[in-house]
């Protein structure tokens, strides 16, 4: 029964509406009821007065027990049948009623004459009722909610009253008092009969018929008996009014009832006159108008659901005069149009209409005022804020009780954001047309610019390079429409400062109202209200600058700084794409030939930059590199000369041979730094955790820094991989340790840090890097380091330290680390609180399963005859090369180029076990070798060896083995043993 809860109640029609199979009806099952129909239902079987509704095509019937009586014989079989089934000899009668109301008016007549068949047989009968529409859920005309009462009695009395009338009037000479007094108690027979003094102070006599308390005797207290107190003073005024008129007394109001209830009657006298012409009494009706006063505050108060319904709505919904004036708005329309009710009730839809889409609107509009049918209209409104919004208006009249239209009710849906995508989705069909067709970027600016310009109906539109320069940028042509052309070359410091900041760094640049900038004479002098403008960066740089922009201000929407974004992405796209192409065409056979001419030109361009960058850091560096390497001279030249002193004690030979080798082992390190820090070092990168990499240094880190300074550690439970020279990366940390130990110079904490980075913040002048990184940071509680040192402090011997505390080579190696390895190093630094150094390394995924590692070698012995292939162009370290060999036991061939190497094996290559060559040599270099060695004696084994190679340092060892210069013999025969082996064994079992 949970689904008939609407047919709850409602006495035997209810009871008999419960017992309908609505099932079969069209209708349907009462659970599927509109909301609407069924509140509509609620509100008739509530009702103590009679009412009635009809729903859907079919025009179902659904009345109360107040109604049954009325209906005679139909009831009830006629409950849920078609209306025309039972008022089939009244049908003519309703059908305009029933179709006006229909099309959205109301209908209400008082003592209407109908000739129903309620016991078989037509009668006459009277009828005052009310029609008003019933909307659906969606908003349509469902249904009609009609409240009745009849008034047979009521008009047959007033007709035989008035014939009655009539007739006394001929015979008032004859018999004026008794036949007036018979002529009103004939006239009176209505529902109630009463007579009056003539000053109205004394009631004579009340016939109540059952609706009034009876008064057989005079009653001069009449007035508090019969009227509530707050009705009296009305009926004491209307009273008046009709003695001093000496006309007919009307009005309806309260009363109180037989029963001791208040009710509502309409109460009529007429003065009765003597031969004087002076009233001598007055002689009324009362009829019981109860039931229609309720139903009409009913009425009132199902208007009020109504109204709130609608103002519940998600719908905006007004209703508007003929002439547009809005005469009500629920509160969704307010919020749609940006408009308080009372500044609506004040305006007419004019004044909301967009322009452009007025003239169609307003045609529209009167040719429904002329009895046109209901239309559909898709319309912009404008909000106060300057901007529209697309809405779909369903616009129908309502008419008045003679069926002439009185008023609009209109039904607004917000479609702004499903017609501006439609109108985006065209736009940017007509935009990817309009970049196919074109094929010049000069093509592709001017077509794209006037294709946005004119959507979006702007003033201008174009494209602006940034010069090479960087301080001056070329507008070149595009659309404009009604200003001046913006075309030449101005200086970005003429512009907006913040303007072309936010731009450099890649930020779009929105201005509604350049009134409000700085520079705004400027502005206004360039004819520009409002402007967008979306930066192109490449490489780091501003490269370009989309603009569009209105004469006036204009408050741009963020769906329009979207657009505007979208379409300079496929431009700049398109351009670059056009202009790759004319290249490509432009460059046919001499392709080859200008790009490498290109790259040469652009290598030569970018070096020189480099090195007028460094011009101001190299008399530093020379004097420290020369500072340090006669130091280390010093040492070796000294040991020397006392070696070749004779007679000199072993202990103190082997002191001064220990002070040579030292001294080699630091001049390494020392280039090894520079080479770091240059990005000219070749590194042995490899996939490892740097987590991990900083646990292990963990210990020797402690070690380094004192007990005095406290090391946190604050890893990750994920391992973060990178793929870098493990020993460098271990280098790295030992420099920033020591820089940060010696910036606390006490008691003081170590943090260091490992977590994965989305990006490398920005720095200048570089704008934010996305990317997937691992940061590996070291924070310390030192004493920090000055603003005007920070952009040194990369420099090689630089140094901030002591005389004799610090070389200037550590943060050197990690700055050449960090960007041979594809990242970078940031320092950040506050005086007196400390400073966060933090390497960028990018992110890798896990490796695979390492494979075990190969054991090392014993040095070889005397007599293992080991044949070597010496390639070296240098004579003196060729020679000494040979005979170091050839005291270990090797039987070294030297080559003092690659060509003589190469024609040493192709005499017999058989005879070498390894071939050990130089890498930087004039005409063919040692990398070049090792490939063709590789061509032509696959198994022959190649080491390659250097103190310095840009090739090395920027592409690797391509797979050879390498020994770094300077290195001992024991180095030397370690590496030839290990890579040799495996030939030697093939040769002597002749595999």
């Not at 008739?44 to 009345?63: A, K, N, R």
């Not at 000739?115 to 009609?144: C, K, M, N």
Request: a negative charge.
């Amino acid at each position: 029964m949970a689904g008939l809860d609407c047919l709850s109640g409602g006495g035997k029609a209810g009871a008999l509406l419960r017992e309908i199979n609505w099932s079969t009806t069209p209708l349907g099952p009462v659970q599927g009821w509109p909301l609407s129909l069924q509140a509509a239902v609620r509100i008739v079987l509530s009702s103590q007065f009679p009412m009635m509704l009809h729903w859907g095509p079919e025009l179902t019937t659904i009345y109360n027990d107040a109604y049954a009586p009325g209906l005679g014989r139909k009831h009830p079989g006629q409950l849920g049948r078609p209306a025309r089934e039972w008022w089939s000899e009244m049908w003519d009668q309703l059908t305009p009623i029933f179709d006006k109301v229909l099309s959205g008016g109301t209908f209400h007549v008082e003592n209407a004459r109908y000739t129903p068949d309620r016991d078989g047989v037509p009668r006459e009968a009277y009828f005052t009722h009310g029609y008003s529409p019933l909307w659906d859920d969606e908003g349509q005309i469902t249904g009609i909610f009609l409240v009745v009462t009849e008034t047979t009695r009521q008009v047959v009395a007033e007709r035989d009253l008035t014939q009655v009338s009539a007739e006394l009037a001929q015979q008032i000479n004859a018999a004026r008092a008794s036949e007036a007094r018979l002529g009103a108690l004939v006239r009176a027979s209505s529902e109630v009969l009463y007579s009056m003094s003539a000053d109205w102070t004394e009631m004579r006599q009340l016939s109540g018929g059952g609706f009034l308390a009876d008064t057989g005797t005079a009653n001069s207290h009449w007035i508090d008996d019969y009227i509530p107190e707050t009705e009296q003073p009305r009926v004491r005024a209307a009273v008046a009014e009709a003695i001093r008129q000496r006309g007919v007394f009307s009005l309806e109001h309260q009363v109180r009832l037989a029963d001791g209830g208040v009710g509502w009657t309409h109460s009529r006298a007429v003065p009765l006159f003597d031969p004087d012409s002076e009233i001598t009494e007055w002689i009324g009706t009362a009829s019981d108008i109860t039931p229609r006063k309720r139903a009409e505050e009913e009425l009132r108060d199902s208007e009020a659901r109504l109204r709130a319904l609608m103002d519940q709505s998600s719908a905006g919904i007004a209703q508007t005069t003929l002439q547009g004036r809005f005469i009500f708005v629920n509160d969704q329309y307010c919020a749609l149009v940006g408009r308080s009710r009372d500044e609506l009730l004040s305006l007419g839809m004019q004044a909301l209409t967009h322009p452009e889409d007025l003239p169609p609107n307003q045609t529209q509009f009167e040719s429904l005022a002329r009895g046109g049918r209901s239309f559909e209209v898709v319309k912009r409104y404008l909000r106060p804020d300057g901007s529209t919004v697309w809405v779909r208006n369903s616009v129908a009249a309502v008419h008045d009780a003679e069926g002439r239209v009185g008023s609009v009710f209109a039904v607004s849906l917000d479609i702004n954001e499903q017609k501006l995508a439609e109108m985006r989705q065209a736009f940017l069909l007509r935009l990817a047309d309009r970049l196919r067709a074109e094929d010049t970027p000069g093509g592709i600016i001017i077509g794209v610019a006037e294709l946005l310009g004119r959507y979006l109906r702007a003033s201008r539109v174009g494209y602006g390079l940034v010069q090479p320069d960087g301080e001056t940028i070329v507008l070149e042509p595009g659309y404009r429409n009604g200003v001046s052309s913006l075309d030449g070359s101005y200086s970005l410091a003429s512009f907006d400062a913040e303007s072309i900041a936010a731009q450099q760094r890649g930020q779009t640049v929105v201005a509604d109202d350049t009134r409000n900038l700085p520079t705004s004479e400027r502005w206004v002098a360039l004819e520009i209200g409002a402007f967008v403008s979306v930066p192109l960066i490449r490489d780091g740089h501003f490269r370009a600058s989309f603009y569009i922009n209105h004469r006036c201000p204009h408050a741009w929407s963020a769906d329009e700084v979207a657009l505007i974004e979208e379409v300079a992405s496929r431009t700049w796209d398109a351009v670059e794409r056009a202009r790759a192409e004319a290249a490509l065409r432009d460059a046919n056979d001499t392709l080859e030939q200008r790009i490498a001419t290109t790259l040469a030109e652009r290598e030569l361009v970018e070096e020189a930059l480099r090195q007028s960058q460094k011009m101001e850091a190299i008399g530093q560096l020379t004097g420290g590199v020369a500072h340090d390497f006669n130091n280390l001279l010093t040492v070796i030249r000294s040991s020397i000369d006392l070696l070749k002193r004779p007679g000199i004690p072993e202990d103190r030979r082997t002191r001064y041979v220990t002070a040579i080798s030292d001294t080699v082992e630091r001049a390494a390190k020392l280039t090894g730094q520079l080479l770091a820090f240059a990005r000219r070092q070749a590194l042995k990168p490899e996939t490892f955790a740097a987590c991990d990499a900083v646990r292990m240094l963990g210990g020797m880190l402690g070690t380094l820094t004192g007990s005095r300074i406290e090391v946190v550690a604050e890893l990750p439970e994920v391992p973060c991989f990178v793929n870098a020279d493990p020993s460098q990366f271990d280098t790295a940390l030992v420099n920033m340790a020591v820089n940060a130990r010696d910036a606390i110079n006490g008691e003081g904490r170590l943090t260091i840090r490992v977590a994965g980075a989305k990006e490398i913040p920005a720095r200048r002048p570089h704008a934010a890097l996305p990317g997937n990184f691992v940061a590996v940071s070291i924070t310390d509680t030192g004493s920090g380091i000055a603003a005007d040192q920070l952009e040194r402090i990369f420099e090689p011997f630089y140094t901030t330290k002591e005389q004799g505390k610090g070389t200037g080579l550590g943060l050197s190696q990690v700055y050449g680390f960090a960007k041979q390895s594809g990242g970078e190093v940031i320092v950040e630094s506050r005086t007196g609180v400390g400073s966060t150094f933090t390497i960028f390394l990018p992110r890798v995924a896990a490796p695979e399963e390492r494979p075990a590692e190969v054991t090392e070698p014993e040095p070889l012995v005397d007599g293992h005859g080991t044949c070597v292939l010496v390639v070296e162009d240098n004579i003196d370290v060729g020679d000494f090369a040979t005979q170091a060999l050839a005291e270990l036991g090797y039987e070294p061939v030297l080559a003092v180029n690659a060509e003589e190497a190469l024609a040493e094996l192709a005499k017999n290559a058989d005879q070498f076990d390894v071939v050990f060559s130089d890498v930087v040599m004039p005409g063919m270099s040692g990398i070049e070798l090792g490939q063709r060695i590789r061509q032509n004696h696959r198994d022959l084994p190649v080491v390659l060896t250097s103190g310095y190679s840009h090739v090395l340092a920027q592409n690797g060892t391509y797979g050879f083995e390498l020994l770094h210069k300077p290195y001992s013999i024991e180095q030397l025969s370690r590496v030839l043993r290990r890579v040799a082996t495996w030939q030697r064994r093939r040769r002597i079992t002749g595999a």
